[in-house]
């Protein structure tokens, strides 16, 4: 029997080294947590660590929203995922986290309203009276899920990847995409992880791609690279993640002068996708922009290298009848990413002719996982998908190490990182900190010149060893009482 005994909360604020724009908004600097639980597991405790920053204006992209207001909502939405999760009494950690989508559902249909609870937590009474979206709810359910599989494998002294295969979590397919009844994770799954990952290296909307292009004022002197050629050359990147937005002639622009950079310092070895950004209303339109891009001249051998496009359409409408993609024959394969916000977004896209879904684990374990089976299902049936691998700017010492763990799992061998690229390693952590990923990851981190840890990408690629030897993804014995304590009450 699995029930949650304690829980702790921190908080570390974070300063990005350069800006980075995604959409509507561009981050300068972020709140880090991590969520410390500790369950009964089979008559004894065991605790879980969790971490994750809290993007504004990723959950909810609502320009009128304060910025405030949406970081108080993401600690609204853990805060009520601990408090569900303090009444549950599950056999299996699969069981514990229905009961607890369950329950955040419930909890988010009404407004952010629940018994023993604050439903504002530092909100408006207006924000407080709001249906809570699902992908913003369920980011609360999805740090209590991974804190409970990171003690469950701490307990049963295993690692998630034999954890998956031999189905110690207790998952139940069938429960969440019909098709699946009857088969198992192992059914599906690769019998392995991979032992490397490519780094899908993001270049950000207002990202600098030639050394000469960056401003004297702007320039960063930490021992890492800032413009896209000195990226490429200082990590020996080949994949990447371009993001693109709905001015056709400034991304025209923007993708002739990327490719540039990548045919003189990769050659023909490289490969990208395209992030539309949610920038699109219509599919129409959006066709029209990228036969626009596809037909352009000097993107001859530049189009040939893409592997697919990321949620070019807001989430208002990526999954209406009006996003069928059947007029485009023709198109690249196209993916959701901030849609796939429920357990039926994914099989709702796919009914609308989209190749597939990302996993990130902020959006979900359990669900990813269950993703990625039908996927796999599908494509041994000889149709057409996509699993990408997409990143939420994860860094260490946890929320990277337990999205690469998961990555691996799945098969995603593909994987967009750009914490390495925003923020300067682990830099602003406590020494303690920084001295336990060096010490138990030596094949993940390294250090920089500065003496602080930095993430390690050689030839373009992520060494997973001691992350996939790890229980969940980062070594027992962090310590974290160096970190702000955030109340859960």
Known sequence: MISLLRAELFRIPLRARMPFRYGI??????????????????????????ADHLPPKW???????????????MLMVIRA???????????????FWQELYAAQSEWAKKGGKAEGMKAEAGLSEQAGRQVIPPLLAHFGTSLVERALVDAFCRAKKTTLSRAV???QLGVDLGAVHAPLVGSAPSDWLPARPPETVFARHTVGLVDYIEEADIPAAERVNDGLPQSLAA?????????FKIKIDADVARARERLKQIAVVLARECGGDYAFSLDGNESFREPAVFAAQMRALLAEPTL???WPKLIFIE??????????????????????????????????????????GYAGTSHKNCKGIFKGLANACLLAQRRALGKPVMLSGEDLTNVGPVALLQDLAMQAVLGVTSVERNGHHYFAGLAQFPVSIQQHVLKHHGDLYTRSTAGWPRLEVKEGRIALGTTLRAPFGCAPGLELGELEHVSLS
């Not at 959950?59 to 909502?73: C, H, N, Q, S, V």
């Open 25 to 50: 908004v561009t981050m300068t600097e972020v709140p880090h947590v991590f969520l410390r639980l500790e369950f009964e597991i089979d008559g004894e405790a065991h605790a879980g660590l969790a």
């Open 59 to 73: 959950f909810t992209k609502d320009p009128a929203r304060a910025l405030g207001d949406e970081i108080e909502e």
């Open 81 to 95: 995922a601990v408090s569900s999760a303090r009444k549950i009494r599950a056999t299996t950690p699969f069981a």
């Open 165 to 167: 295969r031999e189905n």
């Open 231 to 239: 990226c490429v050359r200082f990590y020996g990147l080949r994949h």
């Open 300 to 302: 001859k051998e530049f």
């Open 311 to 352: 949620q070019p359409l807001h989430r208002d409408v990526a999954l209406s009848a009006a996003a069928d993609w059947s007029a485009w024959p023709e198109r690249p394969p196209i993916i959701i990413d901030e849609s796939d916000a429920e357990i039926g977004s994914l099989p709702a896209a796919l009914a609308l």
